[in-house]
T-cell receptor
Framework: GNSVTQMEGPVTLSEEAFLTINCTYT??????LFWYVQYPGEGLQLLLK?????DKGSNKGFEATYRKETTSFHLEKGSVQVSDSAVYFC?????????????FGTGTRLLVSP | DGGITQSPKYLFRKEGQNVTLSCEQN?????MYWYRQDPGQGLRLIYY???????QKGDIAEGYSVSREKKESFPLTVTSAQKNPTAFYLC??????????????FGPGTRLTVT
């Protein structure tokens, strides 16, 4: 079945450091890929998405490129802030079925210190 | 403001009692979803509904029930048959469940504790 694998956290960085959170996937067909962010005690918010190979999603300084050849969708940010501290979830949806089911990774906690 | 509301934010129940979690959306979305989140794990799908008066089981439906009598409402009942009900429950909606790439919008969640 479809699955998403994320790097284990927590990822601990100092403010203004470069961030990479790795995400790889296994899927049949051509899934859409998403990054969601969850701040403490809250629901998930969509951060960015990509719907086909080589697409780059971007939002709030975060970027991720849909790499079909490596089945990856790594999240990057050039300079993190304390306010970026949260849990980040990579997810895919399978477009070959009539129902768009989201499959989530286990999440990666990011801690940014001043 | 459009969005999804879940109530209450925190819920405490005794073992053996059924409990219903509320989810309302004013986004005019057709599809709604219930997920369960446990510490250190991703989200797991409990139930989903593509249209009013229709719903399907997700990956972990045992011990849960839902209804979809109105487009904007999708309540989840955690029954006494659910062996490990303590968790964070998230409701979501999307324009349509069949459109590739359509995002899901999430509510703030309800943290249920059963003792």
């Amino acid at each position: 079945g479809n699955s998403v694998t994320q790097m284990e956290g927590p990822v601990t960085l100092s403010e203004e450091a470069f961030l990479t959170i790795n995400c790889t996937y296994t899927a049949t067909g051509y899934p859409s890929l998403f990054w969601y962010v969850q701040y403490p005690g809250e629901g998930l918010q969509l951060l960015l998405k990509a719907t086909k190979a080589d697409d780059k999603g971007s939002n709030k300084g975060f970027e991720a490129t849909y790499r079909k050849e490596t089945t990856s969708f790594h999240l990057e940010k050039g300079s993190v802030q304390v306010s970026d501290s949260a849990v980040y979830f990579c997810a895919l949806s399978d477009r070959d079925t009539g129902f768009q089911k989201l499959v989530f990774g286990t999440g990666t906690r990011l801690l940014v210190s001043p | 403001d459009g969005g999804i509301t879940q109530s209450p934010k925190y819920l405490f129940r005794k073992e053996g009692q059924n409990v219903t979690l509320s989810c309302e959306q004013n986004l005019n979305h057709d599809a709604m979803y219930w997920y369960r989140q446990d510490p250190g794990q991703g989200l797991r799908l409990i139930y989903y509904s593509q249209i009013v008066n229709d719903f399907q089981k997700g990956d972990i439906a045992e011990g849960y029930s839902v209804s979809r009598e109105k487009k904007e409402s999708f309540p989840l009942t955690v029954t006494s048959a659910q062996k490990n009900p303590t968790a964070f429950y998230l409701c979501a909606s999307s324009i349509s469940s069949g459109v590739a790439g359509s995002e899901q919008y999430f509510g703030p969640g309800t943290r249920l504790t059963v003792t």
